[in-house]
């Protein structure tokens, strides 16, 4: 069972990029989806998530109306991340746990899934 992120890379401020991420293994229909991010020298934090329906959704403040994220099936989720500053840039990891709350809850522990990061770098 794994998440699979792709669509990283390196942009301008201002430019955007979309995030994907896919669920193999199992069906992660009972499972929140979402994003957390880490940049160098900082704590993980979280980004977004999206509910098992992906009727709510959660986002940081500080990605607030630039960020969106959407579900296309039980296993794909995606980031869609507009007007990108430099002080986005970090390692962005999809994650799956049983709500939106536990999944915030468990950054640093008992998150049911990670997948492995991609880079985003944003440059001035």
């Known amino acids: 069972v794994q998440l699979q992120a792709c669509g990283g890379g390196l942009v301008q401020a201002g430019g955007s990029l979309r995030l994907s991420c896919v669920g193999s293994?199992?069906?992660?229909?009972?499972?929140?989806m979402g994003w957390f991010r880490q940049a160098p020298g900082k704590e993980r934090e979280f980004v977004t998530a999206i509910s098992r329906s992906g009727g709510s959704t959660e986002y940081a403040d500080s990605v607030k109306g630039r960020f969106t994220i959407s579900r296309d099936n039980e296993n794909t989720v995606h980031l869609q991340m507009n007007s990108l500053k430099p002080e986005d840039t970090a390692v962005y990891y999809c994650?799956?746990?049983?709500?939106?709350?536990?999944?915030?809850?468990?950054?640093?522990?008992?998150?049911?899934?990670w997948g492995k990061g991609t880079q985003v770098t944003v440059s001035s």
């Open positions: 293994g199992r069906t992660f229909s009972p499972y929140a």
């Open positions: 994650a799956a746990d049983a709500t939106i709350t536990t999944m915030r809850r468990a950054v640093n522990r008992g998150m049911h899934y």
